[in-house]
Nanobody
Framework: QVQLVASGGGLVQAGGSLRLSCAAS????????MGWFRQAPGKERQLVAS????????YYTDSVKGRFTISRDNPKNTVYLQMNSLKPEDTAVYYC?????????????????WGRGTQVTVSS
């Protein structure tokens, strides 16, 4: 069983920054792609960013391109999401998830383990 523990959320003013971390248990972290999703109240869960197993390929949803950066540290079993120039519309619960394979997937169905989520609130 894989456990994912996300942290780093909080309340920040528009234009500010936050760095989310997601620590994974187990010895197979470097085998799988990882992703960050978010879900705002009343909206569907949305993929924000994804990174392949080696970290040399990434994907971002259009609304965060140029502002968010996903990265991973395989020896530390951790994936990060650096969020800069935050906007009120970024407010959501952010979830990290482990991919079912080594490559990037843009669909939630391409991920098989999920963390509990961390709240990000951006005030205007």
């Amino acid at each position: 069983q894989v456990q994912l523990v996300a942290s780093g959320g909080g309340l920040v003013q528009a234009g500010g920054s936050l760095r989310l971390s997601c620590a994974a248990s187990g010895r197979t972290f470097s085998t799988y792609a990882m992703g960050w999703f978010r879900q705002a109240p009343g909206k569907e869960r949305q993929l924000v960013a994804s990174i392949n197993r080696s970290g040399d390929h990434t994907y971002y949803t259009d609304s965060v391109k140029g502002r968010f950066t996903i990265s991973r540290d395989n020896p530390k079993n951790t994936v990060y999401l650096q969020m800069n120039s935050l906007k009120p519309e970024d407010t959501a619960v952010y979830y990290c998830a482990r991919g079912s394979g080594s490559g990037i997937s843009s669909s939630p169905y391409g991920y098989d383990y999920w963390g509990r989520g961390t709240q990000v609130t951006v005030s205007s």
